[in-house]
């Protein structure tokens, strides 16, 4: 069935390659962004599709949704929201706790009060594996106790629990996926981009942060979208949460994508390690997530974390569109 979609964080990188695919299924999309993280390369080829309308805003300002409450007719339509906005710097919001009480918790809240005001039913929050801390087991749905070491991974927290209070009133469903690294082209941030943004730089040297030694996993970002797009068609509970992770419970050191990446990019380099096994205040330096709840519901990847860092290597090291 045709439907329509509004996806805030459409311009970053996991909402525009979430736009596209909904496209690709014959949807109308709604994309809104304020353009802090994203960038509207990621989503030139929406643009170009009638299907699509892009609203530019900050959807964390309850004027910002007042405003385009009244004046865009087609938000009427909305069959379901899809909140992927959010800070994605985890250590800008180390240094500045309100960087992620308005980016991730305000964003998240307000996005809420929007469902309830337009009486849309179905709500898909992007959570993350950072909501867990320093567990040391793998990590599944029921994991606990639940205490995130960054800002980011609390107002994520706080972001889950305003999702489900809302399902006592306006939500029918809910789903809460807790995404782990998530890699592949059009990346806004992390491991991948940042070392190729540094080699772009400065291709006779990488310097790295933390001791190479963080291993967690990574999952390609086509399989993270076949996913969600799987579980919301299929677990129909009022609040579904689900981890997705890549195949195998084995992840990828960090030491392992810093000499993936510096083969692939093809230069001289000097990698030079730092000291400390965790690469910022508030990075989680190893986890092992377990899919078994997803795989029971009938999904499961195909690409190991090593085969997921390997494929997006190339296509970030082919794309060469780094923006820092
Ligand atoms: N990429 C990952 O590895 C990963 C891991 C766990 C969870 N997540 C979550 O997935 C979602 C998407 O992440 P991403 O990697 O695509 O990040 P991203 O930074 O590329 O995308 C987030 C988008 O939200 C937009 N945005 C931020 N604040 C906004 C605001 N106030 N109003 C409107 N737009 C705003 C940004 O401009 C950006 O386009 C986020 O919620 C993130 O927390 C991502």
């Known amino acids: 069935m045709i439907q329509t979609h509004l996806v805030t964080g459409g311009a970053g990188f996991i909402g525009s390659h979430l736009c596209d695919r909904l496209l690709s299924s014959g949807h109308f999309v709604i994309a809104i962004d304020d353009f802090s993280l994203g960038n509207r390369e990621n989503i030139a080829q929406a643009s170009t599709n009638n299907r699509f309308l892009l609203i530019e805003g900050d959807v964390s300002c309850p004027l910002f949704w007042e405003k385009i409450l009244k004046e865009q007719s087609r938000l009427a339509a909305t069959d379901v929201i899809w909140h992927m906005a959010a800070n994605s710097d985890i250590s800008a919001g180390v240094l500045d706790a309100t960087v992620d009480l308005k980016k ?57 629990a305003a999702a489900t209070a809302l399902t006592s009133s306006c939500l029918d469903r809910l789903w809460i996926f807790r995404f782990p690294n998530v890699v592949g082209s059009r990346s806004t941030h992390g ?10 730089a400065n291709p006779s040297r990488l310097d790295v942060l933390g001791n190479g ?12 979208l076949n996913a969600m797009l799987y579980v919301v068609d299929h ?60 795989s029971a519901l009938g999904w499961q990847p195909d690409l190991s974390s090593d ?18």
């Open 213 to 224: 030694t963080q291993c967690k996993p990574y999952l390609h970002v086509e399989e993270l």
């Open 104 to 160: 991730t918790f305000l964003t998240s809240f307000h996005t809420l009060e929007a469902a309830r005001t337009m009486e849309v039913k179905r709500f898909v929050l992007a959570s993350t594996s950072a909501v867990y801390g320093e567990l040391q087991t793998p990590l599944h749905e029921d994991s606990a106790p639940l205490n995130p070491i960054s800002n980011y991974g609390a107002m994520k927290l706080a972001s889950e």
């Open 235 to 294: 677990a129909d509970q009022t609040v579904n949460r689900y981890l997705i992770g890549p195949q195998g419970t084995t992840g990828t050191t960090v030491k392992h994508i810093a000499e993936s990446v510096v083969r692939v990019y093809g230069a001289e380099t000097q990698i030079e390690y730092g000291t400390s096994n965790r690469g910022w205040v508030g990075d989680v330096p190893q986890f092992s997530y377990s899919i078994e709840r997803i």
């Open 191 to 200: 491991v991948i981009h940042d070392f190729v943004r540094k080699l772009n």
């Open 307 to 324: 085969q997921a860092i390997e494929r997006a290597i190339r296509e970030i090291v082919a794309e060469r569109r780094i923006h820092s």
